[in-house]
C-alpha cells in the first residue's frame, strides 16, 4: 500500500525559508511523478511543483519559480520542497501526491496523497 508521509511545516517569518519532505514508501516509484499541491483556506488545492523519480524533470507553477525548488532521493524514497523568500500568501496546507505521467498539473491527476503539513508565514 503506497503511503506518503509530509513532514518540515510549521510557523516561519516573511523572508525566512522551510524545506518540506514527502517519504513515500510501499512500492517502486520508478516511472512515477511526484508532486506538490497546497491549499489556503477557502480557496482550490493548487499545482505548486512535481519532479519524476527516475530521471529528476521538474515542472513548477510559474508563480513559484525561482523561490520554490523541488528535489529528490532516491535512496531514501523522499521528495524534498525548499521553499525560500516566503511570503504571507504562502501559508496553506502542502500535500506531496503521486501520479503516472509527467506535467500533470490538475490534482484530480494524481492518485495517491499525504495527510498535508500546514506551512504558515507571518508578516
Known amino acids: 500500500q503506497v503511503q506518503l508521509v509530509e513532514s518540515g511545516g510549521g510557523l516561519v517569518q516573511a523572508g525566512g525559508s522551510l524545506r518540506l519532505s514527502c517519504a513515500a514508501s510501499?512500492?517502486?516509484?520508478?516511472?512515477?511523478?511526484l508532486g506538490w499541491f497546497r491549499q489556503a483556506s477557502g480557496k482550490e488545492r493548487e499545482f505548486v511543483a512535481s519532479?519524476?523519480?527516475?530521471?529528476?524533470?521538474?515542472y513548477y507553477a510559474d508563480s513559484l519559480k525561482g523561490r520554490f525548488t523541488i528535489s529528490r532521493d532516491n535512496a531514501k524514497s523522499t521528495v524534498y520542497l525548499q521553499m525560500n523568500s516566503l511570503k504571507p500568501e504562502d501559508t496553506a496546507v502542502y500535500y506531496c501526491?503521486?501520479?503516472?505521467?509527467?506535467?500533470?498539473?490538475?490534482?484530480?491527476?494524481?492518485?495517491?496523497w499525504g495527510q498535508g503539513t500546514q506551512v504558515t508565514v507571518s508578516s
Open positions: 510501499g512500492r517502486t516509484f520508478s516511472g512515477y511523478v
Open positions: 501526491a503521486l501520479a503516472r505521467d509527467y506535467g500533470l498539473r490538475r490534482p484530480s491527476e494524481y492518485t495517491y
Open positions: 519532479i519524476s523519480w527516475s530521471v529528476g524533470i521538474t
